[in-house]
């Protein structure tokens, strides 16, 4: 099938925050779930740079490094590394303890929220018309410029350009 399609570079910060606007966090009896929306509105207000900037509070240590329970399993009990990374543990483990109550629904929600994102990466354009592509790959265009930071490059030679030339129908 034919079809025009884009790869987006999304977060789980975005998945959240489609699960929210769209009201994705659904209980088994149908109700919206209050404590996966609270959960979801605490992830989002994150403080990320500084989860970040703490996270090399120990000189020479990354406890974000690939493998680490292999190379050191008992770090968090060294008194001068969870000394130093207190902050960034205490803000790590709340972030991920959000994202574990984000994804604790019970129809898999936030999997199927982040498989709703990437199809919209995707335009079907069976039996398309002209208009219908030219407005796939304007939403896809939009999507880039928002999630990528995508800025059209066009080239010195061209100064103007009219989609859909009508010379070219036969």
């Known amino acids: ?9 999304f ?8 699960m929210l606007q769209t009201g994705k966090f659904v209980d088994g009896n149908g109700s919206i779930s209050a404590s996966r929306v609270e959960a979801a509105t605490e992830y989002l207000k994150t403080d990320w740079p500084a989860i970040r900037r703490e996270r090399w509070a120990s000189p020479g240590f990354d406890p974000e490094r690939p493998h680490i329970e292999d190379h050191d399993p008992y770090w968090k009990e060294d008194p001068k590394k969870s000394s130093d990374l207190a ?20 129809n898999r929600e936030y999997a199927s929220a982040k498989n ?10 069976w039996c398309a018309g002209p208009k219908e592509v030219e407005a796939a790959v304007y939403h896809l265009s939009r999507l880039a410029i928002r999630y990528n ?6 080239p010195d030679y061209i ?9 070219f129908d036969e």
Request: hydrophobic fraction near 35%; glycine fraction near 4%.
């Open 11 to 18: 977060t789980n910060f975005d998945v959240v925050r489609f």
């Open 149 to 154: 930071n995508y800025e059209p490059d066009t």
């Open 87 to 106: 902050t960034y543990i205490q803000l790590k483990e709340a972030a991920d303890e959000q994202l574990t109550e984000i994804k604790s629904g019970p």
């Open 1 to 9: 099938m034919p079809a025009v399609t884009t790869e987006l570079s």
């Open 159 to 167: 100064t103007e350009y009219y989609p859909g030339a009508h010379d």
């Open 116 to 125: 709703s994102l990437i199809m919209m990466q995707r335009v079907d354009l």
